[in-house]
């Protein structure tokens, strides 16, 4: 079955940029939109963007000055980088898929990284 | 934005209990509204879709209703593996989630 898995830095400087990927395994990852959501410790869950193969992506207007999505199909992977981050940006980051297509719920999650920012 | 409210924040209850736990939006969303199921450590897990249909695999006694801004999760007998945290997410624009309702003994 497809399984996800997210990878990158656990550490992040403030006012750098967060890069993670997300492997996508047991399937292809054409068709489908792939999406970063977010929570901070003790804290409930935030939906960062989301992004297809062809290219089309839509952001949460709250991040979408500083989100960057990209997908790379020969690896069967997508990538997300947040630039200029700050301590607000710490938590556990998933990467998710959902079907698209006005089904915009989210079937299958990665594990999840924490990623911390601080000096 | 579409805002996602779920009460209660906290629910005790006990094996064998009906529970309920309402999702209110801040506008109509129709039925695009999805309930997920997280236990401590692990990612969230996909319960319901479209306000009322069930994942596969996941058990009978998950029900969910509403259409909308008003929304229900019960879970018709309560068993051990049910405490946890549940949220709803709205998709009609985007995706926004509640804050979370913390199921425990």
């Known amino acids: 079955q497809v399984q996800l898995q997210e990878s990158g830095p656990g550490l992040v400087k403030p006012s750098e940029t967060l890069s993670l990927t997300c492997t996508v395994s047991g399937g292809s990852i054409v068709s489908y939109y792939w999406n970063w959501i977010r929570q901070p410790a003790g804290k409930g869950l935030e939906w960062i963007g989301r992004m297809i193969t062809t290219g089309n992506s839509n952001y949460n207007p709250s991040l979408k000055s500083r989100v960057i999505m990209s997908v790379d199909t020969s690896k069967n992977q997508f990538s997300l980088k947040l630039t200029s981050v700050t301590a607000a940006d710490t938590a556990i980051y998933y990467c998710a898929r959902a079907y698209g297509g006005g089904s915009w719920f989210f079937d299958i999650w990665g594990q999840g990284t924490m990623v911390t920012v601080s000096s | ?105």
Do not use: H
């Open chain 2, 1 to 105: 934005d579409i805002q996602m409210t779920q009460s209660p924040s906290t629910l005790s209850a006990s094996v064998g209990d009906r529970v309920t736990i309402t999702c209110r939006a801040s506008q109509s969303i129709s039925r695009w509204l999805a309930w997920y199921q997280q236990k401590p450590g692990k990612a969230p897990k996909f319960l319901i879709y479209k306000a009322s249909s069930l994942e596969s695999g996941v058990p009978s006694r998950f029900s969910g209703s509403g259409s909308g801004t008003e929304f229900t999760l019960t879970i018709s007998s309560l068993q051990p593996d049910d405490f946890a945290t549940y949220y709803c997410q709205q998709y009609n624009s985007y995706a926004t989630f509640g804050q979370g309702t913390k199921l425990e003994i």
